[in-house]
Nanobody, 124 residues
Framework: QVQLVESGGGLVQAGGSLRLSCAAS????????VGWFRQPPGKEREFVAA????????YYADSVKGRFTITRNNAVTTVYLQMNSLKPEDTAVYFC?????????????????WGQGTQVTVSA
């Protein structure tokens, strides 16, 4: 099972940018499908973006499409989430998660490995 550690969260003004990183342990990282999720205060965890094993296919929630970009570098076992044009409603704890399959990729319970999360706060 892969271990995941997120970083890069912080406080930013609306319209600003942040880049989150998800560093993974394990030599088999390229065999994992990786997703980013977020959990706003008092709400359920929700899908943000996902990327296939080789990085050739990406998926986005409608709410972030055109503003967020997910990429991965398997050589350094890291997945990134570039977040631009941030809005106050993007405020949440952001988690990365990994799994071996890709069906139902929007569903948190389909992922086996999770990081501890990183806080993103966007001020108006």
């Amino acid at each position: 099972q892969v271990q995941l550690v997120e970083s890069g969260g912080g406080l930013v003004q609306a319209g600003g940018s942040l880049r989150l990183s998800c560093a993974a342990s394990g030599r088999t990282f390229s065999s994992y499908f990786v997703g980013w999720f977020r959990q706003p205060p008092g709400k359920e965890r929700e899908f943000v973006a996902a990327i296939s094993w080789g990085g050739g296919t990406t998926y986005y929630a409608d709410s972030v499409k055109g503003r967020f970009t997910i990429t991965r570098n398997n050589a350094v076992t890291t997945v990134y989430l570039q977040m631009n044009s941030l809005k106050p409603e993007d405020t949440a704890v952001y988690f990365c998660a990994a799994r071996t399959g890709s069906t139902n990729y929007r569903v948190p319970s389909e992922y086996r490995s999770w990081g501890q999360g990183t806080q993103v706060t966007v001020s108006a």
